[in-house]
């Protein structure tokens, strides 16, 4: 409460306004109440004042309470009916009025009862929506002054009628009927190859051939190792382990290789082997049409690519 008297006194009513509404939820007294509801005044929002006014002269009296609480519950009958007379108001039409409208003012809808009644808003710039079936969306902005009233008038404009179908063109009895479409090949789709194997087969290429590398690092380092225990290919006890661990990786590196060659070769196959156009048609090649050939060496374990892109 003492936040909120100094953040009102220098003129900060949102901040004070925070601060009382603060004090308000723990207390719940006439006293805390009593604040908000001036502080809403001070800040133009006079129907969510009264609101609070009337709640705060309704407090139930608890007995022995002290007797700023009856003078708290008082000032807010006070206010409350002095409000209600600044409180503005503006009542809506909409045309025609058969139309079933739906309206909202500032995204808050009004009761289907309500509508046609005097609408209850703080002063300042509002806007009404309104829709309803067959029509097109309205939306219109009014401005309520303190104290007044005013009608607002929302014509509404019957929706675009959908365009009915084409009648389905029946041919008499008799009559022949017409010839179907011709079919554009160059307009039909082009089913593209399916390349999900050939991804797989050189995933598994990329991933034998780091296998292979690093098992080979790693086989050479441990054959230096051995080497620093060697001498004339005589071998001291210590170069044992670096021996087998070195063949053991060696092993490894020739096995990652082999699948990175293995699959590297049917990824390759893959690709090559998937027709680049459905059967039965021949596309020819553009000038970017990559064309490559592929020559395997199995004496040698190699492959060679080449072509043009």
């Given at each position: 409460m003492d936040d909120g008297d100094r953040l009102r006194?220098?003129?900060?009513?949102?901040?004070a306004l925070q601060r009382y509404q603060?004090?308000?939820?723990?207390?719940?007294?006439?006293?805390?109440?009593?604040?908000?509801?001036?502080?809403?005044?001070?800040l133009g929002k006079l129907v969510e004042a009264r609101a609070m006014a009337i709640e705060v002269a309704n407090l139930p009296v608890v007995p022995g309470e002290p007797s700023v609480m009856?003078?708290?519950r008082q000032e807010a009958s006070t206010l409350a009916a002095q409000l209600a007379t600044r409180i503005p108001s503006a009542t809506f039409q909409v045309w025609p009025k058969e139309a079933q409208a739906t309206l909202f003012v500032d995204s808050a809808q009004i009761p289907p009862a309500a509508v046609g009644l005097p609408y209850k808003a703080n002063p300042g710039e509002h806007v009404v929506q309104v829709t309803a079936p067959g029509y097109q969306p309205a939306e219109q902005r009014f401005k309520l002054e303190e104290g007044g009233s005013t009608t607002v008038s929302v014509n509404l404009v019957a929706g675009a009628a959908e365009p009915e179908p084409a009648p389905e063109q029946i041919p008499p009895p008799g009559a022949e009927a017409p010839p179907p479409a011709p079919v554009d090949p160059a307009?039909?789709?082009?089913?593209?190859?399916?390349?999900?194997r050939a991804y797989i087969a050189f995933g598994i290429a990329g991933a034998g051939a780091v296998l292979g590398t690093v098992t080979g690092f790693m086989s050479l380092s441990k054959a230096s190792a051995a080497k620093d225990h060697?001498?004339?290919?005589?071998?001291?006890?210590?170069?044992?382990?670096?021996?087998?661990s070195s063949k053991s990786l060696a092993?490894?590196?020739?096995?990652?290789?082999?699948?990175?060659i293995a699959a590297g070769a049917w990824g390759l196959y893959e690709v090559l082997s998937q027709p680049s156009s459905p059967a039965g048609r021949t596309?020819?090649?553009s000038p970017h049409t990559p064309r490559v050939s592929v020559a395997w060496v199995p004496g040698l374990a190699q492959a060679s690519v080449k072509g043009s892109f």
């Open positions: 006194a220098a003129h900060d009513n949102a901040g603060a004090a308000h939820g723990i207390m719940k007294v006439p006293t805390t109440g009593i604040e908000v509801a001036k502080t809403l005044t001070a009856p003078a708290a307009a039909t789709p082009v089913e593209q190859p399916d390349r999900t060697c001498s004339d290919d005589i071998c001291t006890p210590e170069a044992a382990d670096d021996i087998d092993t490894f590196s020739n096995i990652g290789f082999g699948v990175a596309t020819p090649p």
